[in-house]
């Protein structure tokens, strides 16, 4: 056998295993293991390990390892990368900087594109969807059961509808995203009602596309940027001056990506725009007073997105706000921070392992004495609502951005 031969038999045998070189930006990822100490400070505080185990969930430290030993075999650790929620603790107690999250993302994407037969079913049929729709959930096929679905939830919360405006030039382009389009429709329009009440001028999409986010989580990186360049066009064509969000995941995920493609706009979750923009003078003189007699003792939940992808001011603005509520007292629970098993798509195809996870956040919401946790993200809102439900609690869950404009004066 020649030489040339023998090198393209060894390529053919790397291909056949799906070794593929890594690009130098990949690169930069994996190297970065290297400076893995073996402290075990990732294991202590991963929220997936504390919940069900190192026998069902090997760690964070255990894909650093397992990806500096033998780095092209990155597909040894499909059983563990599907099951990390991305919350980026592991990212924040690394005493050398190990950006698990980012690792976990690069290797879901190498699996996507030469072993998917190692993905979970769930998530090829939920990427299916994104590519289908370019949205994160099947879209409601008919306007009109979607128009009462709305109403339904808005008469429940005594909320009023504001028809959907698409405005060039306006300041704010209001983007909801997935969730709050097309299932937790409330949010949307609350955001609608809190930006009608300060009289901002702002615009929705004429027609809204996923930020993207889910397609990275699942390592379809193709169409992520696909749907990120989309929705970059869409802005420019608006000219508007900011994008105001009220999801954890579209804010840390929009801003990393308006940074990447600069889109030359700020990207503010509702809660920054509101105590940033509008100002707590005028934030203080807006909410009802209140009517009832006790105070309604609320605990906050903060979304990893937000806290651990994004900045952590953004829930103190939280506590802020609330503070500015008339009737409303805040009582802190010892998990607020904790993750609420529902990022990184292991809800999808783990069910059980998302509530092991939320499941150490309902024993702390419990111990506060609140009748109601708040949270700024409608995924967290949804996952804290099924796991409180099956759980029996008689605790209620609000997203943040309905709670708040539940507490504006309902003009029009
Ligand atoms: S991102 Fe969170 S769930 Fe994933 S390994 Fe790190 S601490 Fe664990
Ligand atoms: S905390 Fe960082 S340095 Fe320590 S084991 Fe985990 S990845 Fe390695």
């Known amino acids: 056998m020649s030489e040339e031969e023998a090198y393209q038999t060894v390529l053919a045998t790397l291909k056949k295993e799906a070794i593929y070189p890594y690009t130098e930006d990949e690169m930069q990822v994996v190297k970065s293991i290297e400076s893995c100490i073996n402290c075990g400070l990732c294991i202590q ?167 993207g986010l889910p397609a990275t989580l699942l390592g379809d990186d193709k169409t992520a940027l696909e749907l990120a360049l989309k929705l970059k066009k869409k802005v420019k064509d608006l000219g508007v001056k900011m994008l105001v969000t009220t999801c954890a995941g579209c804010t840390s995920n929009l801003a990393r990506i308006a940074e990447r493609d600069a889109w030359g706009i700020p990207v503010y979750h509702m809660l920054e725009y509101l105590v940033e923009e509008i100002g707590i003078a005028k934030l203080s003189s807006a909410f009802k007073q209140s009517t009832e007699e006790e105070p309604l003792r609320v605990t906050l939940h903060d979304p990893c997105h937000l806290i651990k992808h994004t900045s952590r001011i953004t829930m103190d603005y939280a506590g802020q706000i609330l503070g500015l509520i008339p009737g409303v007292e805040v009582t802190q629970s010892y998990a607020h921070d904790s993750c609420c098993g529902g990022g990184g798509l292991v809800s999808y195809h783990a069910g059980d392992v998302a509530r092991a996870v939320m499941k150490e956040n309902l024993a702390a919401i419990e111990e506060t004495g609140a009748t109601r946790v708040v949270t700024p993200c409608p995924l967290c809102t949804a996952q804290l609502e099924d796991s409180l439900f099956r759980q029996g609690s008689s605790v209620e869950v609000d997203d943040m951005t309905v709670f708040i404009a539940q507490r504006l004066p309902q003009e029009g």
């Open 45 to 211: 505080h991963c929220p997936v390990v504390a919940a069900v185990g190192l026998d069902r969930f090997s760690g964070p430290r255990s894909i650093a390892v397992e990806l500096s030993r033998s780095p092209p075999e990155y597909w040894t650790t499909a059983d563990v990368v599907y099951l990390c929620t991305g919350c980026g603790t592991c990212r924040e107690v690394c005493p050398k900087d190990v950006d698990i999250p980012e690792i976990v993302n690069l290797i879901r994407a190498r699996i996507f594109k030469h072993r998917p037969d190692l993905m979970p079913k769930q998530l090829h049929t939920a990427d299916a969807i994104i590519v289908e729709h370019g949205l994160a959930f099947v879209p409601w096929e008919d306007p009109e059961e979607k128009a009462e679905s709305r109403d339904m939830r808005l008469e429940r919360l005594g909320l009023r509808y504001i028809p959907d405006q698409v405005v060039k030039g306006a300041d704010v382009l209001f983007y909801p995203g997935c969730q709050a389009e097309e299932r937790a429709q409330e949010v949307k329009e609350s955001a609608k009602i809190i930006l009608n009440h300060f009289k901002v001028k702002f615009t929705l999409l004429e027609e809204l596309n996923c930020c």
